[in-house]
């Protein structure tokens, strides 16, 4: 019985475990990995698509997906730099609001219209990247205002603020998932979206409120990381969509939705960042790295696929 | 639905892209006089066939059901490894992308099929995977090539003062067309994506036939890059960064259905020739080049609205 | 009474499958509908939980005449369906099921009390004695139990007062029944009513008070517990025997096809069966017989755990369709216009594929020979279509299906295997697809039928296989098919 529970607790973390391996192999072979400094760039680095990665969780539970949130990233990131000479809060609430804005445009195209997410965001996608090369003339834009980059450069007990954010939105999101009705409401329809409808859930209504909220998430994160150097370009987010979708499977979220959690989507991008950060420890050329993400997000999709099937002839 | 319908309105909406595209060439014509040269015409067509043969395999893809995103990157790393053969041997520059290409194609292909994943997913992966293979290739430099190779005249010559290039463009398609609609094979693609379940018990292998469209594809864009390199005396590893997205939106404003089981050679070309023509109109009257994209994402929304056969059967 | 329905009508184009119904139910009764298969029980029962409307008569509820619009008008009165297919969501909690739609709010403002959820599911779980953790998830029970967690979902509806349950009990082992039926009278004992449809006769005079028997659209009686019969019973579901139809037996006595030890999964047990030159071999079998599973694997469709397929004596493997094709064996599915059709394309289209790939076979299409092919076989089975290039979609379902039929006809099959191949067919095109068949046979072409529709047996077969719980239970040939025997083989009366 025993031996039983403790495989069975292996197989549920095995993402967990996985990470605390490469960290011990980490701390072995450079001093420098378990340094305040390291840990905490580990997470100032993930922090920004983490957010948005905290959508896509919610995304892919209820059976949907957007391809479009790195450049709803970088429109956020723009905008936040282009009105940040009415003042920094100006600044971000207009980007920020340009996400939700184009995250409800998703949402309601995709349901009203009865069009499937992965086309529509696909073309949104490319759309809001023609904007926002259109927005910043292919140049990078400079932010006016200085105390912009105090939303990303202060710290509090030394932890930079877009980790705090992070942090703070991880716990936020994964009480409203598990213990909100409209949470609950998010799994029943990704688990079966015609009977979810036939007793009653407004199914429309919560889809379009994820796709609003991944929209607001991936503003927020533009907004931050422009408030890094104060900077924005059209090549913000390019390998966004990759590396989130990347996560949320790695995570162990099927793409087959109705089952999930944040703290699963929050260890697949911690596992993606502690990869990343070994490749640089390593010294691992960023172009092998970009292949290597390709890999991984093939890899894992395969894997989810084979799971999907076994269940299919029982 | 009326059971015959008109047959005039059934053609109107049939070939409803390619009134569009008649409609709006009259009209730059009539507002814009530097449209209506010679001049321009070739330089327009000149532009359109790189990503036309693109175009053509990536239809083949998308009446099969799936989507290719993988050929942007797919086209750097090939065109970086031709351009890289020019100074030594000629004759190896064609030979092995196209062996590449095979191979890319299958891989994709097998992937998809087998595991039975998402094929917007899986080349999305394989999108990262050859754009970086193709950073790693140059060390991220542009690569210098020769000029004056022997298939230079692909590129650079001309017959009856339109360019080589063109006339093969429109080779391919006819190629592709025949195979589409003349060849069992082609009706094989038809239909896997008409009705995959249909096909399989009708004996059709729609694994197979999915990855030979996966094949087609990468091999167009090996041809695609013969096209290019031939008239280039440098590469750069990121020269098809987006070309995925301009074949996916010729193809679909060109009216192919991102369902499967419908569409045509013929549809793309009048996609592709669209999309030239309104990027060369916005051109003419000095629109950013930023626009561009926000045009064709545009596009590509509203040719899924229109699609309707994509749409998802009402639920409950 | 309850509920009363008087002369109910409802036809589609091509069929009538309610001929003047009348039914009626009284509160705190558990009251069977049995009858084969389009004799108009789901259509009654469709109407009755909104999701068809009726085309004239009246429904009264309470006395009071009511119109059940939609699924809601029907909830809003108090009447549940629970589906063979069960509409729930594995991946949530058997408490998140029950409670779906209606989840009990906490103090605060939008979230769930999930103390109080997990109380109120005991307490109803407890109420029927059902011995299951309502935290655990829905994919984890037996299929039993989730259809317990169905009822008990179909009852915590505020008002409900009418529940109808159809073919409950086929994928239930005899404990599992036995505590479905207690479950059902504890329902009973609360005031409320069940409407039970079921094919089998063994339980439902087990269970129901009264019990109706439904043929071609009428309720042909109504029996009280104390009057139940089952010979009575058969007679009223068969009507008039039918004189059996002159069926051609070929005089070569050779085994053309023979199965050997195919199993499959939770579904078939080492079934073997031989199959004769230009015999037409019927099986027939409830919902969770396994039949449909058993000819899908034939073809390699679906997985098997082991099977051996002998062709003229020799062993062939079959792992794809396509396989099964080089030998001459080809497979109708039973959905056309998902497993069959190509609905976009034209009906030459459809004729073509078998022809194609594997008569013609060349690199290149003749269109010519294509359109001929389709015009010989349209005039042959006498297909009405305006043309050859019409799309398919347009066609009639008799005239669909007789495409299909060209299609495998094409290439000359040696074995033909049809599922439920007359499906949502008008009268006169079933006749004419009799009649193919019984053609076929007598040319030599074996034939493997399946069919829901238990008369159909009696027209065509040489020889009935009835197959249950994965087990074939009886043989009957020639005389012996008779719609009396069959049902009652397969009702395990």
């Not at chain 1, 995250?103 to 219209?113: H, P, S």
């Amino acid at each position: 019985m025993k031996a039983e529970k403790f495989r069975n607790f292996i197989i549920e973390q095995k993402i967990l475990l996985i990470i605390v391996a490469i960290g011990i192999f980490l701390w072995i072979s450079s001093d420098y990995f378990l340094t305040f400094q390291n840990i905490t760039n580990i997470f100032q680095t993930i922090s920004f698509e983490g957010m948005i990665v905290i959508g896509m969780a919610l995304l892919i539970i209820i059976g949907e997906i957007d391809l479009s949130v790195g450049s709803i990233m970088a429109f956020g990131a723009v905008l936040s730099v282009m009105f940040q000479s009415y003042g920094v809060f100006t600044g971000i609430v207009a980007g920020i609001t340009g996400g939700i804005f184009i995250g409800l445009m998703n949402g309601l195209i995709t349901t009203k219209l009865k069009l499937p997410s992965i086309a529509v965001t696909l073309g949104m996608m490319v759309f809001l990247n023609g904007v926002v090369f259109a927005l910043t003339k292919e140049h990078t834009l400079k932010g006016t205002n200085e105390n912009f980059v105090l939303i990303s450069q202060t710290e509090v007990f030394r932890i930079p603020l877009p980790v705090i954010v992070f942090i703070i939105l991880l716990i936020i999101f994964e009480i409203i998932l598990q213990r909100s009705i409209f949470g609950r409401h998010i799994f029943a329809i990704g688990g079966n979206a015609t009977a979810s409808k036939f007793f009653g859930l407004k199914v429309d209504m919560v889809r379009i409120i994820c796709f609003t909220i991944t929209g607001f998430l991936a503003g927020l994160a533009g907004v931050m990381l422009a408030g890094k150097l104060n900077i924005a370009s059209g090549r913000i987010g390019g390998s966004t969509a990759v590396f989130v979708i990347t996560a949320v499977l790695l995570g162990g979220i099927s793409m087959e939705g109705g089952e999930g959690s944040i703290f699963k989507a929050f260890q697949g991008i911690l596992l993606l960042g502690i990869m990343n950060n070994a490749m640089v420890i390593m010294k691992i050329s960023s172009f092998i790295q970009e292949m290597i993400r390709g890999l991984l997000l093939i890899l894992i999709v395969v894997i989810d696929a084979i799971n999907i099937q076994k269940k299919r002839y029982l | 639905m009326s059971k015959k319908g008109n047959k005039f309105t059934n053609i109107l909406r049939d070939q409803s892209q390619l009134i569009i595209l008649i409609l709006l060439i009259v009209i730059f014509s009539i507002t814009t006089p530097s449209f209506r040269t010679t001049g321009n015409f070739v330089n327009l067509l000149k532009q359109v066939t790189v990503i036309g043969v693109i175009s053509c395999g990536m239809t083949i893809v998308v009446i099969t059901g799936c989507l290719d995103l993988s050929v942007g990157s797919v086209f750097s790393l090939l065109n970086v490894v031709s351009i890289s053969f020019q100074q030594s041997n000629n004759f190896l520059g064609i030979f092995i992308p196209l062996i590449m290409a095979v191979v890319i194609g299958f891989l994709n292909g097998f992937v998809i099929t087998k595991f039975k994943v998402n094929s917007i997913i899986a080349t999305l992966g394989s999108l990262s995977f050859y754009a970086g293979a193709a950073l790693l290739y140059t060390n991220g430099a542009i690569i210098a090539g020769v000029t004056g190779t022997w298939y230079g005249f692909i590129g650079r010559g001309k017959l009856l003062g339109i360019p080589i290039h063109v006339y093969i463009f429109f080779i391919i398609a006819i190629i592709y067309q025949i195979l589409l609609n003349n060849t069992t094979l082609g009706r094989k693609i038809k239909y896997v994506g008409t009705n995959t379940t249909a096909a399989e018990i009708a004996g059709i292998r729609s694994n197979r036939i999915r990855t030979i469209a996966f094949i087609i594809s990468s091999v167009s864009v090996a041809i695609a890059v013969l096209i290019y390199s031939s008239r280039m005396t440098t590469g750069s590893p990121v020269t098809g960064a987006g070309f995925e997205f301009d074949a996916i939106t010729a193809v679909v404003i060109g009216g192919t259905s991102l369902a499967g089981g419908k569409g045509s050679i013929f549809k793309t070309i009048i996609g592709v020739l669209l999309l030239a023509v309104i990027i060369n109109a916005l051109t003419l009257y000095n629109v950013p080049y930023a626009f561009q994209n926000i045009v064709k994402g545009f596009l590509i929304i509203v040719a899924i609205i229109i699609d309707i056969r994509v749409r998802r059967r009402i639920e409950g | 009474m309850l509920l009363e329905i008087k002369k109910v009508i409802k036809t589609f184009p091509g069929t009538v499958a309610l001929d003047e119904v009348d039914f009626n139910l009284k509160k705190g009764e558990i009251h069977a509908i049995v009858g084969e298969n389009g004799a108009g029980k789901s259509t009654l029962m469709k109407i009755l939980s909104g999701a068809y409307k009726k085309d004239s008569g009246t429904i009264k509820f309470e006395d009071k005449k009511v119109a059940i619009g939609d699924v809601d008008a029907a909830r809003a009165i108090g009447i549940s369906m629970i589906y063979q297919e069960l509409e729930n969501i594995q991946k949530l909690s058997v408490a998140e099921n029950v409670f779906l739609g209606k989840l009990p709010r906490s103090r605060v403002l939008g979230f769930v009390n999930f103390k109080k959820l997990m109380i109120e599911t005991k307490k109803i779980l407890k109420e029927f004695d059902i011995d299951i953790d309502p935290g655990k998830k829905l994919a984890s029970l037996t299929t039993a139990e989730q259809q317990f967690i169905e009822i008990i979902k179909a009852i915590t509806v505020k008002n409900a007062r009418i529940i109808i349950m159809d073919e409950p009990t086929s994928s239930l082992t005899k404990k599992e029944v036995e505590k479905l039926f207690l479950i059902i009278k504890e329902l009973k004992k609360k005031g409320i009513s069940i409407i039970y449809i079921s094919h089998r006769l063994d339980e439902v005079v087990g269970i129901a008070d009264r019990i109706s028997v439904f043929r071609d659209g009428k309720n042909q009686g109504v029996m009280k517990k104390s009057e139940f019969d089952t010979n009575k019973i058969v007679a009223l579901m068969i009507g008039r025997e039918l004189k059996a139809a002159e069926k051609s037996v070929s005089k070569e006595q050779k085994i053309i096809f023979e199965i050997k030890r195919l199993s499959i999964r939770n579904k078939i047990i080492d079934f073997n069966m031989k199959l004769y030159k230009g015999e037409i071999l019927g099986i027939v079998g409830l919902m969770g017989s396994g039949k449909d599973e058993l000819v899908k694997s034939i073809v390699g469709l679906w997985p098997a755990q082991s099977k051996e397929i002998y062709f003229l004596g020799k062993r062939i493997n079959i792992k794809h369709p396509a396989d099964a094709i080089k030998h001459g064996i080809i497979y109708l599915p039973e959905e056309r216009k998902l497993q069959s059709l190509f609905l976009d394309m034209s009906v030459s289209a459809n004729i073509s594929p078998l022809w194609l790939f594997n008569v013609e076979n060349k690199f290149f299409m003749n269109t010519k020979k294509e359109i001929e092919l389709t015009k010989t076989y349209a005039k042959r089975l006498a297909i009405r279509t305006p043309s050859v290039s019409t799309l398919i979609v347009y066609l009639s379902g008799g005239n669909q299906q007789k495409v299909i039929f060209s299609r495998m006809l094409t290439i000359k099959p040696k074995l033909m295997i049809l599922n439920d191949p007359t499906r949502g067919i008008d009268v006169g095109s079933k006749e004419e697809i009799y009649n193919i068949i019984k053609e076929l046979a007598s040319k030599g072409v074996s034939i493997f039928i399946l069919s829901s529709e238990i008369q159909e047996m009696t027209r065509v077969a040489n020889r009935v296989i009835v197959l249950s719980k994965g087990e074939i239970r009886d043989e009957f040939t020639d005389k012996d098919i008779t719609t009396k025997n069959l049902i009652r083989s397969a009702m395990r009366v």
